[in-house]
């Protein structure tokens, strides 16, 4: 088995982290090099890529996973050059698929593309069927038209068969994940032998140089970091709001001034029945498609009431039969100009006669009619008061914001004058460090750029105001050092105690390992069990009942020979010694949870098929990226 093991490392790795790893998917933006306008951010199949489009890109990931993670959202878990580069490449690869399919001919059929649109959860009724006015208010949300959305569903339809093409190709022989499986079932007998910490403290005799060495050797953990106690002010949205009022009367005015606003128009939807007949159909073909139509609109007037099972069984519109007809919301310019006034001409519950259009003969009737209205003054006074409220904010806060900066910089040993002439409040806070503190993520003050200019040269030694610096959308932020503490020590004498109790349990530690290994080298040429405790079983598929750290050194030892021994140091306990006496599979093994395995196994592997696909792709593509690759942070290395 370990042969296998050691033969097949790469999936191993694999399948292990399916099973012991959580994924985290990372998307995020930042401000690194971007590209040059004229040559784009990259070229692909001889098309490029945007900033514009990037940025894009980077706008709807960070939407998405504000969406999923609604609270639990923090954009700076996203702000991260990495993140940044990797949305690129997604781009990349994308413009790579398209250019295959193109090349290709791949595409989707008018029928199909209905048919899933018809499916969507988000564009059905409470009953299950289509609601062509939810389909288009959301498409409208997403600045979309139907036309927008129906391309991007077809490229991402046609994308979806080429990866499952591809996928479907990936072959994981049956052999190798059941023997993943036996490996993950597989069941150990151990016994245990723990050396505890606690047992070799009173043999520890700790010096004062054993101290000094720990001190000198750790210094960052005795470091006091540098603080600054700083006074501040805040100009932002709040403070200009106070000084901003707005009337009744400006209120009435705009109002007048604007009644097309607040007026909605005639509201028509309606559904239509249609028989094919194109510009290009024959005579003959053309007279067929009517006398058919004609034979329908009988049907119809005679059974008003099943216009839409009609519609679902004879229209020829794929678009709206299988909806009954259904148009939806009338919107000027959406339809040919014969179809649109005949809905503009009738009365609700109306059908019309026969009206032709470029497309055939269609039969017409209007579902619902809500005549035009204006809301009056009272209706749209808060909306009116709001919008004038806030230009006239966005023009005080020009005013204020110019006054603030100019203030702050000619009267730089105060404040207070500043927070004086705008009606302002010093605030102080204490124990501000040189980089931003998540805990602090909302406060004003905790933000880089001002942070940067708080711990300058200038406004540490002279104790000015910084400059107004621009910490978010519309809010302005001057601070002022009163006291600085630079880095220090904290001195040997006051941490003595607590070295002591470490350096005690650190040398203990090193007593029980020393014990452990004794014993583990005489159990070894003994083979017996004598001191261990009872035996238990550890298994990859169940909570282990010794320490985990114990149960994955049992897990990873050779078993080629038994009993088997293994000695591990235990987090918190000291030294263990185990000794595996037995290994054998579960008299009934999961079945599905193998199935589950098997699934999980085969999908990894066509990812994997799907990753080098799109390399191909993207060598035969000649993708390029032309801007400047993100380097590894701290965190990454």
Do not use: C
């Given at each position: 088995?370990?042969?296998?093991?050691?033969?097949h490392?790469?999936?191993?790795?694999?399948?292990?982290?399916?099973?012991?790893?959580p994924s985290?998917?990372?998307?995020?933006?930042?401000?690194?090099?971007?590209?040059?306008?004229?040559?784009?951010?990259?070229?692909?199949?001889?098309?490029?890529?945007?900033?514009?489009?990037?940025?894009?890109?980077?706008?709807?990931?960070?939407?998405?996973?504000?969406?999923?993670?609604?609270?639990?959202?923090d954009q700076?878990?996203f702000?991260?050059?990495?993140?940044?580069?990797?949305?690129?490449?997604?781009?990349?690869?994308?413009?790579?698929?398209?250019?295959?399919?193109?090349?290709?001919?791949?595409?989707?059929?008018?029928?199909?593309?209905?048919?899933?649109?018809?499916?969507?959860?988000?564009?059905?009724k409470?009953?299950g069927?289509?609601?062509?006015?939810?389909?288009?208010?959301?498409?409208?949300?997403?600045?979309?038209?139907?036309?927008?959305?129906?391309?991007?569903?077809?490229r991402?339809?046609?994308?979806?068969?080429l990866?499952?093409?591809?996928?479907?190709?990936?072959?994981?022989?049956?052999?190798?994940?059941?023997?993943?499986?036996?490996?993950?079932?597989?069941?150990?007998?151990?016994?245990?032998?723990?050396?505890?910490?606690?047992?070799?403290?009173?043999?520890?005799?700790?010096?004062?140089?054993?101290v000094?060495?720990?001190?000198?050797?750790?210094?960052?953990?005795?470091?006091?970091?540098?603080?600054?106690?700083?006074?501040?002010?805040?100009?932002?949205?709040?403070?200009?709001?106070?000084?901003?009022?707005?009337?009744d009367?400006?209120?009435?005015?705009f109002?007048?001034?604007?009644?097309?606003?607040?007026?909605?128009?005639?509201?028509?939807?309606?559904?239509?029945?249609?028989?094919?007949a194109?510009?290009?159909?024959?005579?003959?073909?053309?007279?067929?498609?009517?006398?058919?139509?004609?034979?329908?609109?009988?049907?119809v007037?005679?059974?008003p009431?099943?216009?839409?099972?009609?519609?679902?069984?004879?229209?020829?519109?794929?678009?709206?039969?299988?909806?009954?007809?259904?148009?939806?919301?009338?919107?000027?310019?959406?339809?040919?100009?014969?179809?649109?006034?005949?809905?503009?001409?009738?009365?609700?519950?109306?059908?019309?006669?026969?009206?032709e259009?470029?497309?055939?003969?269609?039969?017409?009737?209007?579902?619902?009619?809500?005549?035009?209205?204006?809301?009056?003054?009272?209706?749209?006074?808060?909306?009116?008061?709001?919008e004038?409220?806030?230009?006239?904010?966005?023009?005080?806060?020009?005013?204020?914001?110019?006054?603030?900066?100019?203030?702050?910089?000619?009267?730089?040993?105060?404040?207070?004058?500043?927070?004086?002439?705008?009606?302002?409040?010093?605030?102080?806070?204490?124990?501000?460090?040189?980089?931003?503190?998540?805990?602090?993520?909302?406060?004003?003050?905790?933000?880089?750029?001002?942070?940067?200019?708080?711990?300058?040269?200038?406004?540490?030694?002279?104790?000015?105001?910084?400059?107004?610096?621009?910490?978010?959308?519309?809010?302005?932020?001057?601070?002022?050092?009163?006291?600085?503490?630079?880095?220090?020590?904290?001195?040997?004498?006051?941490?003595?105690?607590?070295?002591r109790?470490?350096?005690?349990?650190?040398?203990?530690?090193?007593?029980?390992?020393?014990?452990?290994?004794?014993?583990?080298?005489?159990?070894?040429?003994?083979?017996?069990?004598?001191?261990?405790?009872?035996?238990?079983?550890?298994?990859?598929?169940?909570?282990?009942?010794?320490?985990?750290?114990?149960?994955?050194?049992?897990?990873?030892?050779?078993?080629?020979?038994?009993?088997?021994?293994?000695?591990?140091?235990?987090?918190?306990?000291g030294?263990?010694?185990?000794r595996?006496?037995?290994?054998a599979?579960?008299?009934?093994?999961?079945?599905?949870?193998?199935?589950?395995?098997?699934?999980?196994?085969?999908?990894?592997?066509?990812?994997?098929?799907?990753?080098?696909f799109?390399?191909?792709?993207?060598?035969?593509?000649?993708?390029?990226?032309?801007?400047?690759?993100?380097?590894?942070?701290?965190?990454?290395?």
């Open positions: 088995m370990f042969e296998f093991i050691r033969t490392k790469r999936l191993m790795q694999i399948f292990l982290m399916l099973l012991i790893v985290f998917v990372l998307v995020g933006v930042s401000s690194y090099q971007s590209g040059d306008a004229a040559t784009g951010v990259a070229m692909v199949d001889g098309r490029k890529i945007t900033q514009q489009e990037w940025e894009e890109a980077q706008r709807q990931q960070i939407d998405r996973y504000r969406q999923q993670m609604g609270d639990q959202f700076k878990m702000d991260t050059p990495e993140a940044r580069q990797a949305v690129l490449d997604n781009l990349v690869a994308e413009r790579a698929l398209e250019a295959e399919i193109k090349r290709s001919h791949l595409t989707v059929n008018d029928a199909t593309l209905a048919q899933t649109i018809a499916g969507i959860d988000a564009f059905k409470p009953d069927s289509f609601d062509m006015e939810q389909y288009k208010a959301v498409l409208a949300a997403q600045g979309m038209s139907p036309a927008m959305f129906d391309a991007r569903m077809r991402d339809m046609a994308m979806q068969q990866n499952n093409a591809v996928q479907a190709s990936a072959f994981v022989p049956r052999t190798v994940s059941k023997r993943l499986s036996d490996v993950n079932d597989q069941e150990r007998e151990v016994q245990e032998l723990v050396f505890p910490v606690s047992d070799f403290v009173s043999q520890v005799k700790v010096t004062d140089e054993m000094k060495a720990y001190y000198d050797k750790n210094a960052a953990l005795f470091a006091v970091p540098e603080r600054a106690k700083v006074e501040y002010v805040v100009l932002d949205a709040a403070a200009v709001e106070s000084q901003v009022t707005v009337s009367a400006e209120v009435a005015d109002y007048t001034k604007n009644q097309q606003r607040f007026g909605a128009p005639e509201r028509r939807t309606a559904s239509h029945i249609l028989i094919n194109n510009k290009s159909a024959s005579a003959a073909d053309k007279a067929a498609a009517k006398q058919k139509a004609e034979a329908i609109l009988a049907e007037r005679a059974n009431a099943n216009f839409a099972a009609i519609a679902k069984a004879k229209s020829q519109d794929p678009g709206s039969a299988e909806l009954g007809g259904d148009l939806g919301v009338v919107e000027k310019g959406a339809f040919v100009p014969s179809v649109e006034d005949a809905i503009a001409k009738l009365k609700q519950g109306e059908i019309s006669g026969l009206v259009s470029e497309f055939g003969y269609h039969i017409i009737t209007v579902t619902s009619v809500v005549p035009a209205a204006t809301k009056s003054l009272d209706e749209v006074k808060g909306e009116i008061t709001a004038l409220k806030k230009a006239k904010m966005s023009k005080k806060f020009s005013e204020l914001a110019e006054v603030f900066t100019d203030t702050v910089y000619e009267q730089s040993d105060s404040l207070k004058p500043v927070a004086d002439k705008l009606k302002l409040t010093v605030q102080t806070v204490d124990n501000l460090a040189r980089t931003p503190s998540p805990a602090l993520a909302d406060a004003p003050y905790n933000n880089a750029k001002f942070l940067q200019a708080v711990f300058a040269d200038d406004s540490l030694k002279n104790k000015r105001n910084t400059e107004a610096i621009e910490v978010a959308p519309s809010t302005l932020v001057a601070g002022r050092v009163v006291e600085f503490k630079p880095a220090t020590k904290r001195p040997l004498a006051e941490v003595d105690a607590a070295i109790q470490r350096v005690t349990i650190e040398e203990a530690v090193k007593l029980a390992r020393k014990a452990g290994e004794v014993k583990l080298a005489a159990a070894k040429a003994s083979g017996d069990a004598a001191g261990f405790a009872a035996p238990v079983v550890v298994s990859r598929t169940k909570q282990p009942t010794i320490n985990p750290t114990a149960a994955l050194a049992v897990l990873k030892a050779d078993v080629s020979k038994l009993p088997a021994y293994v000695g591990v140091e235990v987090p918190g306990m030294y263990g010694v185990y595996i006496g037995k290994v599979m579960p008299a009934a093994p999961d079945a599905a949870r193998r199935a589950a395995e098997a699934e999980q196994i085969a999908g990894v592997v066509g990812q994997q098929e799907m990753y080098g799109i390399e191909a792709l993207k060598q035969k593509a000649k993708a390029k990226i032309t801007v400047e690759q993100p380097a590894k942070t701290d965190a990454a290395n």
